[in-house]
């Protein structure tokens, strides 16, 4: 079992920034990947960037050159460095991660972008 808690989230202005975190517990040593999707009222749960094992890292192309994803392996956390944020980042932020037939969501964390 594999518990995410997801943190940093909040309200800012346009443009400003704002980094969320997750952190894993329990069985981490099986994820194979983590993510962090969003959501926001009305529209269905996107995928905003993923970091596998191995590193690799690929994003949607919305959040491209202005978020983030890395890691701390020492302290089991996924953070998502999001820069010059938009109205239409505004969502609820959720950490993902995928393991040999399981997955795993936190919580959630709230973005909002006003003006």
């Known amino acids: 079992q594999v518990q995410l808690v997801e943190s940093g989230g909040g309200l800012v202005q346009a443009g400003e920034s704002l980094r969320l975190s997750c952190a894993a517990s329990?069985?981490?040593?099986?994820?194979?990947?983590m993510d962090w999707y969003r959501q926001a009222p009305g529209k269905q749960r996107e995928l905003v960037a993923r970091?596998?094992?191995?590193?690799?890292?690929n994003y949607a192309d919305s959040v491209k050159g202005r978020f983030t994803i890395s890691r701390d392996i020492a302290k089991n956390t996924v953070y998502l460095q999001m820069n010059d944020l938009k109205f239409e980042d505004a969502a609820t932020y959720y950490c993902h991660a995928l393991a040999p037939a399981a997955i795993y969501w936190g919580q959630g964390t709230q973005v909002t972008v006003s003006s």
């Open positions: 329990g069985n981490i040593f099986r994820l194979n990947v």
């Open positions: 970091i596998t094992r191995e590193g690799s890292t």
